[in-house]
């Protein structure tokens, strides 16, 4: 009998540590044989951020990570799964979202990883504006066509 996986979902404003996060999932466990893991960070957009703020609907934003979280593991062996995703005003360089998927072979590590971005991209409500540079406050930044054509790919 295989066991479910533990999926773990966090939305908060403090920032995360790869290395404790990836040692919570796999301390004591000697039946993992694959961890991936991916940092999204706050780029500066070729020097024109000065901030990124992120707001999220409280609830809603856990629910849909959960659901996303469910439904990779769904599709893939995943022993571990953990989503972080962090809100709130971030300079370039900072940690946003933390995706790590652990399991026992590579290969459904990597796919589970990208599925859970890619749905994470287009369906987690969550909002970015742009604080720019200049001094003005940018738009709200609009979904991607790239990010929907990503997850359609799966």
Same mark, same amino acid.
């Given at each position: 009998?295989?066991?479910?996986?533990?999926? #773990?979902?966090?939305?908060?404003?403090?920032?995360?540590?790869?290395?404790? *996060?990836?040692?919570?999932?796999?301390?004591?466990?000697?039946?993992?044989?694959?961890?991936?893991? =991916?940092?999204?960070?706050?780029?500066? *957009?070729?020097?024109?951020?000065?901030?990124?703020?992120?707001?999220?609907?409280?609830?809603?934003?856990?629910?849909?990570?959960?659901?996303?979280?469910?439904?990779?593991?769904?599709?893939?062996?995943?022993?571990?799964? #953990?989503?972080?995703?962090?809100?709130?005003?971030?300079?370039?360089?900072?940690?946003?979202?933390?995706?790590?998927?652990? #399991?026992?072979?590579?290969?459904?590590?990597?796919?589970?990883?990208? =599925?859970?971005?890619?749905?994470?991209?287009?369906?987690?409500?969550?909002?970015?504006?742009?604080?720019?540079?200049?001094?003005?406050?940018? #738009?709200?930044?609009?979904?991607?066509? *790239?990010?929907?054509?990503?997850?359609?790919?799966?």
């Amino acid at each position: 009998m295989v066991k479910a996986a533990n999926i #773990s979902v966090r939305v908060q404003r403090e920032d995360f540590d790869v290395a404790v *996060e990836q040692k919570r999932i796999t301390n004591g466990r000697r039946d993992i044989g694959a961890v991936v893991s =991916f940092v999204g960070l706050c780029r500066d *957009e070729q020097g024109t951020l000065a901030a990124l703020e992120l707001e999220h609907y409280p609830g809603m934003a856990q629910s849909e990570l959960q659901r996303i979280g469910q439904n990779c593991t769904r599709r893939w062996p995943i022993q571990e799964l #953990s989503i972080v995703h962090r809100f709130g005003k971030f300079v370039p360089g900072d940690n946003i979202v933390l995706v790590i998927a652990a #399991s026992p072979h590579r290969q459904a590590a990597f796919d589970a990883a990208s =599925f859970v971005m890619d749905f994470l991209k287009t369906n987690a409500p969550f909002w970015k504006r742009q604080h720019l540079t200049n001094g003005e406050n940018g #738009s709200w930044v609009s979904a991607k066509i *790239e990010d929907d054509q990503a997850a359609d790919r799966w």
